[in-house]
């Protein structure tokens, strides 16, 4: 974990330099300078909507399993979002292990399933969206430089059929629960019978948490806030390229640009340092902003988002007397993967 920690400090840094180099930092500091505090603040109490809206979200798709008060709900969004952005990928494992301390009704697995069913509706959202606008609206083209929008449309598609293909998969993994735990448990058969027991708990759990997907109601309210909630970042962003002076950009770049921000995020960067601040300027230059103010608004838009969650998400950590060396040591990754697997929650 240590190592893993290490290499994502690393890309952040690369992309960092890239970001950075040949930067006239007089200009840069110019550029900042005149974004609009109004702006900044209509991106940060937007994107703070976007993180109810991922609540009442994670909710609904909990609600098979039990009834959850929102604001624990809330709490445990914002640690999950927090430790991302200090621990890449660290959020998906924190958030179903708190709530399964908490509230013994439901195991650390189910939930995590949950979690692994929203990651697949914000991409099939948020891809939609991008992709288009990729094909209706005239982006501009480029073939040079680290970000191409050849580039981004083929991994916008290539992630879209693999989006299309997982959720394909929870849902058979639902449908046909007994035939899929039968072969699960004939293909652990030469396992000893701990190591057997385990898997298989952890597969009756997991299924257990995708019962929403059984639910097609349910199904429809979750991707129709995963809509509201991608709706409500592009708003965020584009009030930040309002703040920049790039009115002029059209209508729908902010959702190209979002778009784009999704798939820089498949980076292991910690909170997507470098990598969506390397891509958002990227994307605004291809639209003909100015290098100084395209960088200018990259910086606003990921810290309207990271630095309020991840202030707010150590506030939640403090409350919960967790430390922020718990969120990456290899002792507690180990033994939260240790607990998923048995489908517990009781320790953290």
Partial sequence: MKIKILLAN????????????????????????MVSPLAIGAAVAINMVSF?????????????????PFSRLFKLVVIGFCANNLVPRSGELARPLLLGR??????????FATVVIE?????????????????????????????????????GLILAACSISGLGLLVALR??????????????APLPQR???????????????????????????????STMMWIAIICAAHAVLLGAGLSALPWWSSTFLVGASALAMIIPSPGGVGTVHMVV??????????????KSAAIVIHASSFVPILLLGLYFLHTEHLRIRDLGSA????????????GEGEVL
């Fill in 175 to 188: 449908l046909r629960a007994r035939a899929v735990v039968a072969l699960a448990r004939a293909v652990c």
């Fill in 119 to 155: 990651r697949v509706f914000d991409f099939l959202v948020v891809l939609l969206l991008f992709g288009a606008i990729s094909l209706l609206a005239p982006v501009p083209t480029a073939s040079d430089g680290l970000v191409t929008t050849a580039n981004l449309r083929r991994g």
């Fill in 52 to 68: 109810w809206i991922r609540t009442v979200r994670w909710r609904r798709l909990l609600s098979p399993l039990g009834s959850f």
């Fill in 331 to 342: 002792n507690e990754q180990n033994r939260a993967e240790e607990l998923i697997a048995r």
């Fill in 195 to 225: 190591a057997r027991d385990a898997v298989l708990r952890l597969l009756g759990t997991f299924v257990e948490g995708l019962s929403v997907l059984g639910r097609p109601g349910d199904v429809f309210w979750g991707l129709f806030q």
């Fill in 281 to 294: 300027s990227e994307v605004l230059e291809r639209f003909g902003s100015p290098v100084a103010t395209a």
């Fill in 10 to 33: 690393l890309v952040a840094l690369t992309f960092l330099y890239l970001f950075l180099r040949k930067v006239d930092f007089a200009e840069l500091g110019a550029a900042l300078a």
């Fill in 102 to 111: 908490s509230e013994k009704q439901v195991s650390a697995s189910a939930a």
